[in-house]
């Protein structure tokens, strides 16, 4: 059972994340952030993971706290839903398009955070959702999965379309890398012996 279940509970947010890696895209959201919501169920829809994230945070001062902690919860879950990834693929990639945008993303179950973060959004805000904290979620997220996650915006002259292309590449990289591999006979994919 590819599944997890982690709590955060800050003196500024609280945050449960479920997830199993092996749904159907069946998500329950509600981070008190609209857009954010929109964003999420991006990665369970096409990553095919079922998703049901509740959050509450101090969103009077701003979405910060509340965007990043769900990142770093969501690593967290993703951690332990994997396990010792044997016999996974581990690397995953996707080019996702969306009219004018256009975003590559590309993953590895490598046990070591690393994020390579390239989206020269076209403006600050979409409706009142900071565009810097995509950034702040995908960071989180690696720091706390153990993953190296490259995002590259490689074109797009809405920011709506450029923050939806990056989510949806993100979910379908990630489903790529947690298959099986069929033929790794349950190994793990690295010469180290360990990821």
């Known amino acids: 059972m590819r599944q997890a279940e982690i709590s955060r509970n800050t003196l500024e947010t609280q945050v449960t994340v479920r997830l199993d890696l092996d749904g159907t895209g069946n998500a329950r959201l509600a981070t008190g952030i609209g857009f954010f919501d929109h964003m999420l169920e991006q990665i369970s829809r096409h990553g095919m993971f079922d998703l049901d994230i509740q959050a509450k945070g101090d969103l009077h001062i701003d979405g910060h706290h509340t965007v990043e902690d769900i990142g770093i919860t969501l690593g967290q879950a993703?951690?332990?839903?994997?396990g010792?990834?044997?016999?996974?693929s581990r690397y995953g990639h996707a080019y996702v398009p969306l009219d004018e945008a256009l975003t590559r993303v590309v993953v590895d179950l490598s046990g070591r955070p690393g994020l390579v973060f390239e989206v020269p959004f076209v403006r600050a805000t979409i409706g009142e959702f900071d565009v810097d904290l995509v950034r702040e979620f995908f960071q989180g997220l690696v720091n706390h999965a153990g993953?190296?996650?490259?995002i590259d915006n490689l074109r797009g002259a809405n920011a709506h379309h450029q923050a939806e292309t990056v989510f949806k590449a993100?979910?379908?990289?990630?489903?790529?890398?947690?298959?099986?591999?069929i033929r790794a006979s349950g190994a793990i994919p690295s010469t180290k012996g360990s990821l």
């Not at 990289?173 to 298959?179: D, E, K, N, S």
């Open 78 to 82: 993703i951690a332990k839903a994997v």
């Open 84 to 88: 010792d990834k044997k016999g996974l």
């Open 147 to 150: 993953i190296s996650l490259h």
């Open 170 to 181: 993100f979910g379908r990289a990630l489903r790529m890398a947690v298959t099986p591999d």
